[in-house]
Nanobody, 117 residues
Framework: QVQLVESGGGLVQAGGSLRLSCAAS????????MGWYRQAPGRQRELVAT???????NYADSVKGRFTISRDNAKNTVYLQMNSLKPEDTAVYYC???????????WGQGTQVTVSS
């Protein structure tokens, strides 16, 4: 089992910044990639960014140049630095962990990010 604890969400004005954190504990030895997804009201959950254990990153086009994902393997923590936030970034942000053995996926409980115009 893997436990995920997210933090860092909140309310910010457009143009502002937030930093999300997701700390993993438990059966962390099998974790490969970690990432962030988001879900706005009435919309499907979508990819924001992922990072592998080797440090390779992938971003949604909508956040490229504004968001930065990073990972501290020693702390088993993944971060999402969000700059130049826009109202359309408003959503519940979920941490996702992908493992090499079953269960292959774990999700965090979600943290609300609200960007006011």
């Amino acid at each position: 089992q893997v436990q995920l604890v997210e933090s860092g969400g909140g309310l910010v004005q457009a143009g502002g910044s937030l930093r999300l954190s997701c700390a993993a504990s438990g059966s962390i030895f099998s974790i490969n990639a970690m990432g962030w997804y988001r879900q706005a009201p009435g919309r499907q959950r979508e990819l924001v960014a992922t990072v592998t254990s080797a440090g390779s990153t992938n971003y949604a086009d909508s956040v490229k140049g504004r968001f930065t994902i990073s990972r501290d393997n020693a702390k088993n923590t993944v971060y999402l630095q969000m700059n130049s936030l826009k109202p359309e970034d408003t959503a519940v942000y979920y941490c996702k962990v992908m493992r090499m053995i079953a269960p292959f996926v774990y999700w965090g409980q979600g943290t609300q990010v609200t960007v006011s115009s």
